[in-house]
């Protein structure tokens, strides 16, 4: 099956300072990609969507300015964490999908990666 | 708005019974109807899925009941294994939009 990784699996950091974490799919290009949080024993909560090569498309209540996605590849789409705070510490996941495989394009998860802001 | 309501939020099976998970969605638009698998400090992972033009998908140990008029859908997990101890979360998408999920159920079997 299709494989998406995550990078860092974890990362410690200090509040203010930013943190950028990657995500790959390695055996398809990803016309799609979609970034999750998950706070612990809680369900995945959509960010943002973005599509290769344009903007990411924001969940309402995320902060665009401080949730930088960028998708420049079919392969990569980045999310910066900027001025990063505790309350940011949680489950980050990504996500992506092909386009035209089939109707029902499936998402593929990432492993994830754990935020800790100190 | 919980658009897709999924039950139990926890869930203790004995070794080689059935552990049923629930799910209800109320936007008849919704076409697809994953069922995702996540281990602790894991990505979820899909499991099996299911569209609305049929009544039941039957993948080895795991069945998707669906129930179209009614707006339901099930997992059912048959000879259930520790191995399976997980956090299952059922969703609903519309065609090429994004995924809505359960909040999930913490599943735990035991010896």
């Known amino acids: 099956g299709a494989v998406v990784s995550q990078h860092p699996s974890w990362v410690i950091c200090k509040s203010g300072t930013s943190v950028k974490i990657e995500c790959r799919s390695l055996?398809?290009?990803?016309?799609?990609m979609f970034w999750y949080r998950q706070f612990p024993k809680q369900s995945l909560m959509l960010m943002a969507t973005?599509?290769?090569?344009?903007?990411?498309?924001?969940e309402q209540g995320v902060e665009k300015d401080k949730f930088l996605i960028n998708h420049a590849s079919l392969t990569l789409s980045t999310l910066t964490v900027t001025s990063a705070h505790p309350e940011d510490s949680s489950f980050y996941i990504c996500?992506?999908?092909?386009?035209?495989?089939?109707?029902?394009?499936?998402?593929?998860f990432g492993p994830g990666t754990r935020l800790t802001v100190l | 708005q919980q658009q897709v309501k999924q039950s139990p939020q926890s869930l203790i099976v004995q070794k080689g019974g059935i552990s049923i998970i629930n799910c209800a969605y109320e936007n008849t638009a919704f076409d697809y109807f994953p069922w995702y698998q996540q281990f602790p400090g894991k990505g979820p992972a899909l499991l099996i899925a299911i569209r609305p033009d049929v009544s039941e998908k039957k993948e080895g140990r795991f069945t998707i009941s669906f129930n179209k008029s009614a707006k339901q859908f099930s997992l059912h997990i048959m000879d259930s294994q520790p191995g399976d101890s997980a956090t299952y979360f059922c969703a609903a998408r519309i065609r090429n939009q994004k995924v809505t999920f359960g909040i999930g159920t913490k599943l735990q079997v035991i010896p």
């Open positions: 996500s992506a999908s092909a386009q035209g495989a089939g109707a029902y394009n499936e998402q593929f």
């Open positions: 055996d398809f290009q990803a016309t799609t």
């Open positions: 973005s599509n290769e090569g344009s903007k990411a498309t924001y």
